[in-house]
């Protein structure tokens, strides 16, 4: 507990190792960093004092050429430093952990990794030779040892296959060892890093169904997003944790909540309770969301289509009263947009927030941002010139990266909202006449309406429609038409 006197004791134990720093080795540095990380900031002044005594002493200490302490003191200040969130001494550390890597054993191989993804400091040949000695010797590593290895390089985004499929090998017939943060841990770690394992996925689910009440609310929003981020379908899991978290709704944090509503949407698991729940909660709270939390809230209700007006209405009023909209980057805009002309919510302050803030960062946008506020500005009916204008030659030189229900969206909109972007439609019929057999027949509905409600012509484009329209009406195989 902090006190004056606390305050003073400290600053004088300072004050000695700084006048005795020559006398500091490795362990005494590594100690006192563990000291550090356990202090709140009540006592920042002086801790701050005593960071800087150790960065005097460590370079001397942690030389990559001297082998004199154990290794362990090395993860130790890592760690430390890690929680601390003291990133200039990570590059220091990194080279001598380099060096020492194979004297590590699974506790501080683990540590380490864990200590660089926490800051975000990538070391690619440290994070490398990690995985080597883990691949190597993974069965001394403990189910807390190997969720934190995963945490680590998910991270950071090494996806080190052969690492993966290692642990998920191990994990395996030890799953049941795993507690539910770990097994959370695991299975947002594949998630993240995109490997696939579905046999682990599917023992994780097995395992953690009867468990759940275990679950801390962030373990239960990291287990739904990381099975809907893989695209992993586990229907009893989904409902098991609706039903778990629906009782506990207050204790999620937004972002904990907005990341459940997204994996429940996402997967197109009916969950109205939960989302109900969650939604009376929220508008109690909207000021503690995070613009992106915001944006995804609004996008899981939209896909689900669970009725929420006003959650919608508080949301719209937060962004649009707030400077908040300036804080969205463009998919967030896009996604918010979107949601509201999804589901009907008109909201015309929002809009006009959400076009102010969209236009200084449009060239940020990717094809699919641009067509989806495009879309979702069309279907409110707010017409936004300016937006529009620089929506349009944002994806001018583009269009080859549009898929086609992006380069249809945008025809649509361009069309109902009379903005008349001749060149850009024009563009569009030949981009989409050189893929024409990638099209929906209602895509290439929408597209021929689109342009002739814009006085556009593209005879080559109507005329090959027509015959991709005739071609699935009498049922031939339409690989005709490329030949053609």
């Known amino acids: 507990m902090y006190s004056p006197s606390h305050d003073a004791l400290l600053r004088e ?39 800087e005594v150790v960065r005097r002493v460590l370079p ?16 130790m200040a890592a760690s430390s430093c890690a929680k601390c969130n003291v990133r200039d001494l990570m590059p220091l550390l990194a080279d001598a952990a380099r060096a020492r890597v194979n004297e590590f054993n699974a506790q501080d191989l683990s540590i380490t990794a864990w200590a660089f993804a926490k800051v975000n400091v990538v070391d690619a040949a440290l994070f490398d030779a990690i995985a080597d000695n883990v691949v190597t010797r993974s069965a001394a590593f403990t189910p807390q040892n190997l969720a934190n290895l995963l945490w680590a390089f998910a991270k950071v985004h090494i996806g080190n296959r052969a690492l993966f499929d290692a642990i998920a ?21 594949f998630a993240r890093a995109q490997v696939l394992r579905h046999d682990l996925f599917k023992a994780i689910a097995e395992v953690a169904i009867p468990r759940l009440n275990e679950f801390k609310p962030q373990a239960l929003a990291n287990l ?43 997967m197109g698991v009916e969950a109205r309770g939960l989302f109900n729940e969650f939604a009376g909660d929220a508008v ?8 992106r939390d915001l944006s995804n809230v609004v996008l899981a209700y939209a896909k689900a289509r669970v009725p929420a007006h006003d959650l919608f209405k508080r949301i719209g009023d937060v962004v649009a009263h707030s400077r908040k909209a300036f804080e969205f980057n463009a998919q967030d805009i896009a996604n918010m ?9 008109f909201h015309e302050p929002l ?6 803030a969209m236009l200084p960062i449009v060239d940020r946008a990717t094809p699919q941002n641009v067509a989806n506020t495009a879309w979702a500005f069309a279907k409110a009916g707010v017409r936004h010139t300016r937006l529009f204008q620089v929506l349009g030659q944002r994806c001018a030189g583009n269009l080859d990266t549009c898929n086609e229900m992006d ?22 019929a030949t981009t989409a006449l050189h893929r024409l057999l990638d099209f929906k027949s209602h895509e290439l509905a929408t597209l021929l309406w689109a342009f002739a409600r814009s006085g556009v012509d593209v005879g080559a484009f109507a005329h090959a429609a027509a015959m991709a329209f005739l071609a699935e009406q009498a049922g031939f195989d339409t690989v005709w038409l490329a030949d053609i």
């Open 13 to 51: 134990i300072v004050s000695r190792f700084d006048r005795h720093r020559h006398a500091i080795n490795m362990r005494t540095a590594s100690t006192i960093l563990s000291a550090l990380a356990a202090y709140d900031n009540q006592n920042e002044d002086v801790l701050r004092q005593a960071m």
């Open 60 to 75: 001397g200490q942690v030389d990559a050429g001297r082998r004199t302490y154990p290794v362990r003191y090395l993860a």
């Open 169 to 189: 090998d191990l994990s395996l017939p030890r799953i049941r060892e795993f507690d539910s943060q770990n097994l959370s841990n695991t299975a947002w770690a």
């Open 224 to 266: 739904a997003w990381a099975f809907a981020n893989a695209r992993i379908a586990n229907r009893d899991l989904y409902v098991a944790i609706a039903n778990v978290a629906a009782d506990r709704y207050a204790e999620f944090k937004p972002h904990e909540l907005a990341n459940t509503v997204w994996a429940f949407a996402v």
């Open 284 to 291: 109690t709270r909207l000021k503690a969301f995070s613009p």
């Open 337 to 345: 947009a979107w949601a509201y002309a999804r589901v009907d919510a």
């Open 351 to 356: 809009f006009h927030a959400l076009a102010v």
């Open 407 to 428: 380069l249809t969206n945008l025809a649509w909109a361009l069309a109902v909202t009379d903005v008349v972007h001749r060149s850009l439609l024009q563009s569009i």
